[in-house]
C-alpha cells in the first residue's frame, strides 16, 4: 500500500493507523499547491479531488477520505484493536467519533487555515471548535482513550485535531482531560514513527 500525504496535514490520521496496525506501506509527499507527488506524478490523476490523503491499495485501487481510509486500514488487521468488529454497537460508536471528528473539528478548522478569512470570522470559527473541545473534554473523563482504555482510528484523528489547535492558537489549557489524552497519544511508540516519517518530530 502507499499513503499519499502532506505533512502534518489529515493525513496524518490514517498514517498513524498504518503503523499501529503493523502494516507494510510506502509513503508519498505531495506538493498540494502543484497537485504534484514526490516522484513528479499529477496527483489529480490519482485522486481527482486534489486532496489527501490517498490510499493506494495492492490491488491498484485508491481509497479516498481519512474516515474511510482508517476504518479499511483497521478492518484489514482486526487483532489490531484499531476498529470494533463491523456490525456491533461498538463499532457504530467509533463511526460516530469519527463521524464527529470530521463534521464537527476538522472541517471548522479550514477557515482558521485560510489566510484571506477575517479575524472577526476567525473568532466565530474558534468559538465553536472550543464548545466543541469542551464536549470532547468531558468523555474523555476517566478515560484514555475516547471509548475507553483502548486506542483505535478515532483516537489517531482527534489527536491530530489537537496539534491543529497549536497551528491556529487556539488555547486548549482549560481542557486539561483533552490534553492528558494528547500527551498520552504522543508517547505511542506507532505515533513517534508516523511523526518522525513526516519530518514531525
Same mark, same amino acid.
Given at each position: ?90 463499532? %457504530? ?10 463534521? $464537527? +473539528?476538522?472541517?471548522?478548522?479550514? /477557515?482558521?487555515? &485560510? =489566510? ?40 489517531? %484523528? ?10 491556529? $492558537? +487556539?488555547?486548549?489549557?482549560?481542557? /486539561?482531560?483533552? &490534553? =492528558? ?21
Amino acid at each position: 500500500m502507499k499513503l499519499y500525504y502532506a505533512p502534518g496535514a489529515c493525513s496524518v490520521s490514517p498514517h498513524i493507523a498504518l503503523c499501529e496496525a503493523g502494516l507494510a506501506h510506502e509513503i508519498e509527499k505531495v506538493d498540494l499547491k502543484a497537485r504534484k507527488t514526490e516522484s513528479g506524478a499529477d496527483f489529480l490523476a490519482i485522486n481527482p479531488k486534489g486532496y489527501i490523503p490517498a490510499l493506494k491499495l495492492d490491488n491498484g485501487e485508491v481509497l479516498v477520505e481519512g474516515v474511510a481510509i482508517v476504518q479499511y486500514i483497521a478492518d484489514r488487521k482486526p487483532d489490531s484493536g484499531l476498529a470494533p468488529r463491523a456490525g456491533t454497537m461498538e463499532r %457504530y460508536r467509533l463511526q460516530e467519533w469519527l463521524t464527529f471528528i470530521s463534521s $464537527e +473539528l476538522h472541517k471548522a478548522f479550514s /477557515p482558521l487555515f &485560510n =489566510a484571506a478569512m477575517p479575524e472577526e470570522g476567525k473568532k466565530i470559527f474558534r468559538d465553536r471548535l472550543m464548545t466543541r473541545f469542551a464536549y470532547v473534554d468531558k468523555q474523555l473523563a476517566g478515560r484514555d482513550y475516547l471509548m475507553g482504555s483502548a486506542f483505535n482510528v478515532a483516537d489517531g %484523528y482527534l489527536y491530530n485535531m489537537c496539534r491543529w489547535a497549536k497551528r491556529v $492558537e +487556539l488555547d486548549l489549557s482549560g481542557c /486539561p482531560n483533552v &490534553n =492528558a489524552f494528547v500527551a498520552r497519544v504522543e508517547a505511542r511508540p506507532k505515533v513517534i514513527e508516523a511523526l518522525r516519517a513526516e519530518g514531525l518530530m
